[in-house]
């Protein structure tokens, strides 16, 4: 008997789940809510009914000896189970886009300590032995008129460099500083915590800009005077970036000349 | 003799001086590449399973001095028992502490050399000299707090309890200095005027690298986590010995004891959102860009995980209450303004609403939460509005719907993406709905959490002043509920402490050293989940032990007789 209006409540409390559930889902669609937060509301109903079903549940029957070790046993497999399988549903952020990112600015700090010298040093040292070997091979089977050509190799470093892009090296340090968490360029990034930077080029000077890099209380965004106070921008570059990236930020940043959007006003303060 | 003994000596110290001309003569062995897991994981995993172990030591222990000093108040030998069965276990863990400690040590000597070494010489006094004497004399402490138990009875229990709670305190500043370093890692001190952060940490002194930023944060949010892990790990403790109880006496004193376990797991618990907010709120204010990395890109969803897991952790810690006032004889007649009921419909709107125009802690926004916790109590006294009132099942209902609707709220992302700088119209929120996602919706959701969770326990307290409670005859699945608490609470705490190393990004100590090891990315979610799984497991399982060992094989007699059911107002 119990077990029969214990029935009826799941199947009475499912049904109102589903269509609460459905009534979310359409009042989300109507108000734009995109589809992957349509499926979270209707999961929420779902669960809502889980909720109210366990709590008129009858109650468990004790479980002894080897039954309860083995409800213990299936019981943590079904959370491990659970948590596992909810972490892995949520995106998920590839480190390989990350990777690159690390790999170009802790190159140069590498290359800086006295692993990094030994590790460049060896790493000459092969390439040179491998040219050596390669141009003997050449000798040996074109003979001694024969005229070797000597490819001249490029360094891999500072390629960018050399193509004197400083702007595109620029770009390339406010993608891999994250200046785009905090402001807005080219209509992307930002969400408020800095301000616009699209025309900041029209504002403010190559000096200027380096300045308010290294000291960002050097200079305030005119509306942003919370933020200012809170000390908001780290005071981190001066230590991170070596002199040329930052060369190259403030060049990138200078070029920057879009007057119809509005970027707010820089004030000196000290 | 004496011959004999300075010949040895002699022996010794040749014997040393070989062994240091032999090594002078090698050269360095490589760094250790941990099989399978890779270096960083392998570090990962021993450091999580011994700050678990860590985190049960420091906290049974506040629990059971609590637990003592309430038998000795009330003269109520059921708390005695209590305390003195967590210490059992407490004891038996702290071994598995300093193994996984000293464990620790040699994974991080051995796969990380540079970095080990450059952090030992950075914090020498502490690793060297404070940190081995304050475990030293707490492992002193421990060991005479539980060996004398039996012997510091009667006349000499209050300098028993002194005891515990010298134990308590030589624990908690033990977690505070080996935090020094732990903090240090994420925010170094602020380099001072005119100096690189390099060539201040060079020149500052220990205290200026332990007073750190997050230190105190820390601090705060690991001695609470503590407590409510050691609560839950109680009530753990008190399912595994229900279920295997034979009689009517050991089922009641254990669901006694499971009550009581989670009823200080769930009070600390109601804390620990705030101490979260408070250490994220300094890591924000050390250097602003770590807030978006937290909340916006790699680790947006570590934290969409856990609201999850809080939700869930809220859910089971009501449910027990519900479980628990349904065995209560005469509940149907407990009755609470109806006031309340609406309040906590409309809290998270009011709430998220007022913190959006006035953010604490300005004063409009602590009027509004002061009047919207008070009102209903003046309301329900007034003539003509005092009988507006809902049952406790009502109320509870009302309050499980809204938990719910709470979660729902806390779990709401700007976008469904791994990082804002993928995000899309498909996956991101409506702009007329941005503010869900924004902090004071968050906050809204968690204070409504903590409210209604206050009110169950209210409702709890006014049960068992008008009824009668049946120890022993709660519903079975109560049991799994504790359990269920007690994976849950390590699972987050697994996933918090992941996510507290992840924000030093691709350094050792942040902005100061570098990992150069090729696995100094962002792990993904699923990756984490695997391996934090794994630990609580193998945790789990160790504690799991070392409660049939303490306890099931040497089973106690029970203390009294509370199985028979007695009005809790006349007992």
């Known amino acids: 008997m119990a077990n029969q209006s214990f029935a009826k409540s799941v199947m009475k409390k499912a049904t109102i789940g589903v269509i609460v559930g459905v009534l979310l889902v359409v009042g989300a669609k109507f108000t734009h809510f995109p589809y992957v937060f349509q499926v979270m509301f209707f999961i929420y109903a779902m669960l809502g009914a889980l909720v109210f079903i366990l709590l008129d549940a009858p109650a468990m029957k004790r479980l002894e000896g080897v039954k309860a070790v083995g409800a213990l046993v299936v019981f943590y ?42 590790d460049e040093l060896i790493a000459r040292a092969k390439e040179l032995d491998e040219r050596a070997q390669a141009l003997s091979k050449q000798l040996a089977s074109l003979g001694a008129e024969a005229q070797v050509e000597v490819v001249e190799q490029p360094s891999s470093a500072g390629a960018g460099a050399a193509t004197g892009d400083v702007i595109a090296l620029g770009k390339e340090q406010w993608e891999l500083q994250e200046c785009y968490n905090c402001h807005k360029l080219f209509g992307q990034g930002g969400k408020k915590r800095g301000p616009e930077l699209d025309n900041i080029g029209n504002l403010m000077t190559v000096d200027q800009l380096r300045e308010k890099i290294l000291n960002p209380k050097s200079w305030k965004a005119e509306g942003f005077d919370k933020d200012y106070d809170k000390g908001k921008m780290p005071d981190k570059y001066k230590d991170l970036m070596f002199p040329k990236e930052i060369d190259a930020l403030v060049a990138f940043l200078s070029s920057l000349k879009d007057a119809s959007v509005k970027t707010p006003k820089p004030i000196k303060m000290n | 003799m004496k011959t004999l003994n300075r010949s040895l000596w002699i022996f010794l110290v040749l014997c040393l001086g070989g062994v240091a001309a032999a090594f002078g003569q090698v050269p360095d062995a490589p760094p250790v590449d941990f099989p399978y897991a890779g270096n960083r994981t392998g570090v990962w995993v021993v450091a999580q399973l011994h700050i678990l172990f860590a985190a049960f030591i420091l906290g049974a222990p506040i629990f059971a001095v609590v637990a003592e000093w309430l038998g000795y108040k009330n003269n109520d030998p059921k708390y005695d028992r209590l305390a003195k069965e967590v210490i059992k276990v407490t004891v038996i863990l702290y071994s598995m502490t300093a193994l996984t400690g000293g464990l620790f040590i040699f994974v991080l000597l051995g796969t990380y050399p540079d970095f080990s070494t450059w952090l030992i010489k950075h914090f020498f006094l502490v690793f060297a000299v404070i940190y081995p004497l304050l475990f030293i004399l707490e492992t002193i402490i421990l060991y005479t707090y539980f060996y004398s138990w039996d012997s510091m009875k009667g006349a000499k229990k209050g300098r028993h309890i002194a005891l515990g709670i010298l134990l308590n305190i030589v624990g908690t500043v033990t977690l505070f200095v080996i935090d020094g370093p732990t903090s240090f890692m994420n ?4 380099a001072a005027e005119g100096l690189s952060l390099v060539e201040f940490i060079q020149t500052a002194g220990l205290w200026d690298k332990m007073a750190n930023y997050s230190w105190m944060p820390l601090n705060l949010h690991r001695l609470v986590g503590n407590v409510t892990f050691g ?25 006694w004891m499971g009550f009581v376990g989670n009823m200080i797991g769930v009070g600390a618990l109601l804390l620990l959102p705030f101490m979260g907010y408070l250490l994220a709120y300094e890591l924000c204010d050390y250097d602003a860009s770590i807030c978006p990395y937290m909340m916006a890109d790699q680790l947006s969803m570590f934290f969409e995980m856990q609201g999850a897991m809080i939700g869930l ?71 003509g509005l005092k009988n507006f009132t809902v049952s406790a099942f009502t109320m509870i209902k009302v309050g499980f719907l809204m938990i719910v609707v709470a979660d729902a709220i806390w779990m709401t992302p700007h976008g469904f993406v791994p990082t804002q700088g993928l ?149």
């Open chain 1, 77 to 118: 497999l079904l959370l491990s189970g659970l948590y596992i399988a909810g972490a892995s549903i949520l995106p998920q952020f590839d480190p390989e886009d990350e990777k690159g990112k690390i790999e170009k600015i802790l190159k140069p700090r590498r290359a800086q300590t006295e692993q990094g010298k030994a």
């Open chain 2, 423 to 571: 995000a899309t119209e498909e996956v991101e929120l409506p702009s007329w709905a941005g503010e869900l996602a924004l902090m004071p919706a968050k906050n809204a959701a968690a204070f409504t959490l903590v409210f209604l969770t206050v009110v169950n326990y209210i409702l709890y307290n006014r049960a068992i002043k008008r009824g009668t409670i049946i120890w022993g005859k709660i519903d079975f699945a109560s049991q799994f509920v504790l359990i269920f608490l007690a994976f849950s609470a390590i699972w987050t705490m697994g996933l918090m402490g992941t996510v507290r190393s992840l924000t030093r990004k691709y350094y050792h100590v942040y902005n100061l050293v570098p990992d150069f090891s090729p696995e100094a990315f962002t792990p993904t979610l699923a990756y984490s989940a695997w391996w934090i799984t794994g630990v609580t497991i193998v945790f789990y399982a160790v504690v799991s032990f070392a409660i049939l060992v303490t306890l099931k094989a040497g089973s106690p007699k029970p203390v009294g007789s509370p199985a028979s059911p007695i009005p809790a107002e006349a007992k």
């Open chain 2, 187 to 190: 925010t170094p001190a602020k």
């Open chain 2, 231 to 255: 609560g839950f790990i109680a009530g753990l403790i008190a399912a595994y010995m229900f279920m295997g109880s034979k009689t009517d006496e050991e089922r009641s004193y254990y669901d």
């Open chain 2, 313 to 383: 952790i809220f859910l089971a810690s009501n449910y027990y209450i519900w479980l628990s006032l349904k065995r209560i004889q005469g509940v149907d007649q407990v009755r609470i303004s109806g006031f309340v009921a609406l309040v906590v419909l409309l809290m998270p709107a009011i709430m998220g609403y007022t913190w959006k125009m006035f953010p604490p802690p300005e004063w409009q926004s602590l009027i509004v939460l002061g009047a919207l916790v008070v009102l209903p109590a003046i309301l329900g006294k007034i003539p």
